[in-house]
C-alpha cells in the first residue's frame, strides 16, 4: 500500500467514524428532547432556546403563575439529560416555590440553572449544590407564605 494510498484511506476511517458518533448524538439528543418536553408542556411550562449548533442549545424554561406539588417538581428529572449537550435553565415565576423547595429541586436537577422569580425580581439562583439568594430591604428573600402543596 503506498503513501497516498494509506492516508486517503485513514482520511476515509476518520470521516465515516466522525459522522457515526455524530449521528449518535443527534439521536441521543431528539430522544432527550422527546422525553423532557412534554413533561414540561404538561407542567404548564414555555420552552424557548436559541440554537447554537454542534456545540449545544441554550434551552429556556418558564413556569409562571401556578402552585406545584413535590411528585409535579419530581418530575422535571427529565431535564437533567439535556445537560449532556445543552445549557438548561429553568425559572419559576411567581409560584408557591420557597428557598427550600428550590434548593431540593437543585440536588435534583443538578446541571441546570434554577431560578425564582418574584415581582420580576430574581431573588434565587441555584445550580447543583450552590444556592444565591438576594434579599429586599433585610427581608430574607424566600419570606413568602404557601410552599409546596402536600
Known amino acids: 500500500m503506498t503513501?497516498?494510498?494509506r492516508w486517503r484511506l485513514l482520511l476515509v476511517l476518520f470521516i465515516a467514524a466522525f459522522s457515526g458518533w455524530f449521528l449518535v448524538r443527534e439521536v441521543r439528543d431528539r430522544r432527550h428532547r422527546e422525553q423532557a418536553f412534554p413533561v414540561v408542556k404538561?407542567?404548564?411550562g414555555r420552552i424557548g432556546s436559541i440554537p447554537f449548533w454542534t456545540v449545544g442549545d441554550e434551552i429556556r424554561i418558564?413556569?409562571?403563575?401556578?402552585?406545584?406539588?413535590?411528585e409535579e417538581l419530581a418530575r422535571l428529572v427529565v431535564l437533567e439529560p439535556l445537560t449532556d449537550r445543552h445549557w438548561v435553565g429553568v425559572a419559576f415565576r411567581n409560584t408557591n416555590l420557597t428557598d427550600d423547595d428550590v434548593e431540593a429541586l437543585g440536588r435534583i436537577i443538578p446541571n441546570c440553572f434554577i431560578m425564582r422569580v418574584v415581582d420580576n425580581e430574581i431573588v434565587q439562583r441555584v445550580k447543583g449544590e450552590t444556592s444565591q439568594r438576594r434579599s429586599k430591604n433585610g427581608k430574607p428573600a424566600g419570606a413568602q407564605a404557601g410552599g409546596l402543596r402536600p
Open 42 to 44: 404538561d407542567l404548564g
Open 62 to 70: 418558564t413556569f409562571a403563575d401556578r402552585s406545584f406539588a413535590r
Open 3 to 5: 503513501y497516498r494510498r
